[in-house]
C-alpha cells in the first residue's frame, strides 16, 4: 500500500463543508495543489502487509489510499486474491495505478476509484490495506469495527489505532506494520448449556478482549475474540466456539470442552 497524497491527507483534518466543495467536481480535484511529494510503501513492507494479512484466493482487498496501486495489484499478481479494489483521492495516482494494473495483466480484477475513503463502502472487504496518519486511522476505526464483517483482517502500515492493541506486529526494514482481526460483537446477557449445567452470564468487551460474570458473580470469565471465534475460562475450563449472532456453537479444540452451546437475550 502507498502513503496517500498530502492532499488526500489534508482533506480529513477539513470541515466537511470544505472537503465536499473540493471534491464538487474532478476539474477542481485535478487543480488542488499538492504540498508535498507522494511517497510509495517500500515492496518488502508491501509484501508483508499482504502476509500478515495472510491474502488468498479467497479475499476481496480493499486498498484505502492506494496511491500508485502497488499493494491492490500486489495482492492479485502474488497473492492470488480474487480481486482488489483501491481508493484514492488523487486522480493522477488513479490513472497511475490504474496503467500499473494493465501493465502487471491483472486489471480484469483490480479497479481503482477516485474520491473520498470516507463515502466508499468497504463492508465487503475481507482484507483492508492502508498507510495512513493516526488521526484518519482513529475516524476509521468505528467504521471498521461496525460495518467490516468478524473475521476481517486490517493492515496499517506505521500507525496504529491507539487502545485497540493488534493482533499482531511486525518491523520491515524500520517500518511498523500492524494487523488486527475484527472482533464480532459479544457484549450482553448469554445462557451457556454445558455438561448438563447452565450458567447465566453477563459479557463484557474491549475489542478483541472479553470478560464476564457468571450467576451474579463478577471477574469469572476471561477470554478473547479472534474474528467470530471466541476463546474463554469458565471454572478453570476451557471453551472455544464460534459466534453466530445471538448464538455462540462449539469449535472442538485441544484441551477444551467438547459440547455446548451459548444463546443471547
Do not use: C
Not at 488468498?56 to 496511491?67: A, M
Not at 494493465?102 to 476509484?113: L, R, S, W
Not at 466456539?241 to 459440547?259: H, K, L, N
Amino acid at each position: 500500500m502507498t502513503a496517500p497524497s498530502v492532499r488526500a491527507l489534508s482533506s480529513f483534518v477539513l470541515p466537511l463543508g470544505l472537503l465536499t466543495g473540493l471534491l464538487a467536481g474532478p476539474a477542481q480535484a485535478q487543480t488542488q495543489k499538492l504540498d508535498v511529494p507522494y511517497v510509495p510503501t517500500p515492496q518488502p513492507v508491501v509484501a508483508h502487509m499482504l502476509e500478515m494479512a495472510d491474502v488468498g484466493p479467497d479475499d476481496y482487498v480493499i486498498d484505502l489510499g492506494s496511491g500508485d496501486g502497488r499493494i491492490a495489484i500486489a495482492a492479485v499478481k502474488d497473492r492470488g486474491a480474487k480481486a482488489a479494489y483501491g481508493i484514492d483521492l488523487n486522480p493522477e495516482r488513479i490513472r497511475e495505478a490504474t496503467q500499473n494494473a494493465e501493465a502487471a495483466g491483472v486489471a480484469d480484477k483490480v479497479t481503482f476509484e477516485q474520491g473520498d475513503l470516507f463515502k466508499k463502502d468497504i463492508a465487503d472487504a475481507d482484507v483492508l490495506t492502508m498507510y495512513l496518519l493516526s488521526t484518519v486511522n482513529m475516524r476509521l476505526r468505528p467504521v471498521i469495527l461496525d460495518t467490516l464483517k468478524p473475521g476481517t483482517r486490517v493492515v496499517s502500515h506505521a500507525f496504529n489505532m491507539e487502545d485497540w492493541e493488534p493482533d499482531a506486529t511486525a518491523v520491515i526494514g524500520g517500518s511498523l506494520v500492524y494487523l488486527w482481526v475484527v472482533p464480532a460483537k459479544v457484549t450482553g446477557k448469554w445462557t451457556i448449556e454445558a455438561d448438563g449445567q447452565t450458567y447465566q452470564v453477563e459479557l463484557s468487551q474491549n475489542f478483541q478482549q472479553v470478560t464476564g460474570s457468571v450467576d451474579g458473580q463478577p471477574e469469572r470469565l476471561s477470554g478473547r475474540l479472534e474474528g467470530s471465534e471466541l476463546h474463554f475460562t469458565l471454572n478453570d475450563q476451557l471453551y472455544v466456539g464460534r459466534v453466530e449472532g445471538d448464538s455462540i456453537q462449539a469449535v472442538p479444540a485441544e484441551g477444551a470442552v467438547s459440547a455446548w452451546i451459548a444463546r443471547r437475550g
